[in-house]
């Protein structure tokens, strides 16, 4: 149990252009969903957190405009790479978590390039 | 700023044989959670073991164990009869019980463990 995807895996876009990231909780409801962005061989950085229904609450120093977060329902989160360039490729991870649990479960990750 | 540190970037271990892999932690709460995470090449991050800071035993699962010494903040995973399916990057965590913290995930700078056969 506790298994959480991410679509696509792997993503390549043009410089300028939005990608779309998505997160899935497949065998329980999440009602809150992390996502976090990790450079090669370094720690995983949170960027924001989500409740379902709600507004997502970003950490201090990513842009709001720039990756949006959508949290519509219990057991899927959105990551819209908004405009995006170069210097945004990274690996993008999310994790979720059920109401009333303090475990985070991790999904595969999906690794963005902007060329 | 609550941080987790590992002061380790990379530790090596022969086959069998056993490693240590250090972590330490800042935080004023007196509630919550440290994790040891697993991240293979694949770079999906697997739980290794959880600890819950209220309670005084360490934690074990398996071949892995922990020391953790709360005044200390120190919070270090033991890895017994090393295999080379161990071999990854290996996270500490605190999950944060209260405040603005709350319910977030804290990684350490991560640690490269490399098994030799």
């Known amino acids: 149990g506790a298994v959480v995807s991410q679509h696509p895996s792997w993503v390549i876009c043009k410089s300028g252009t939005s990608v779309k990231i998505e997160c899935r909780s497949l065998?329980?409801?999440?009602?809150?969903m992390f996502w976090y962005r990790q450079f090669p061989k370094q720690s995983l950085m949170l960027m924001a957190t989500?409740?379902?229904?709600?507004?997502?609450?970003?950490e201090q120093g990513v842009e709001k405009d720039k990756f949006l977060i959508n949290h519509a329902s219990l057991t899927l989160s959105t990551l819209t790479v908004t405009s995006a360039h170069p210097e945004d490729s990274s690996f993008y991870i999310c994790s979720a978590r059920a109401g009333g649990r303090y475990e985070q479960y991790f999904g595969p990750g999906t690794r963005l390039t902007v060329t | 700023a609550q941080t987790v540190t590992q002061s380790q970037p990379e530790m090596s271990v022969q086959e069998a044989e056993t490693v240590t892999l250090s972590c330490t932690y800042d935080t004023s709460e007196s509630d919550y959670y440290l994790f040891w995470y697993k991240q293979p090449p694949s770079r999906q991050m697997i739980l290794v073991i959880r600890?819950?800071?209220?309670?005084?035993q360490n934690a074990t699962e398996n071949r892995f164990s922990v020391n953790f010494q709360k005044a200390a903040k120190s919070f270090s995973l033991k890895i017994s009869d090393s295999q080379l399916g161990d071999a990854a990057m290996y996270f500490c965590a605190r999950l944060g019980a209260g405040g603005t913290s709350y319910g977030k995930l804290t990684f350490g700078q991560g640690t490269i463990l490399t098994v030799h056969p």
């Open positions: 065998d329980f409801q999440a009602t809150t």
């Open positions: 989500s409740n379902e229904g709600s507004k997502a609450t970003y």
């Open positions: 600890q819950e800071a209220y309670k005084q």
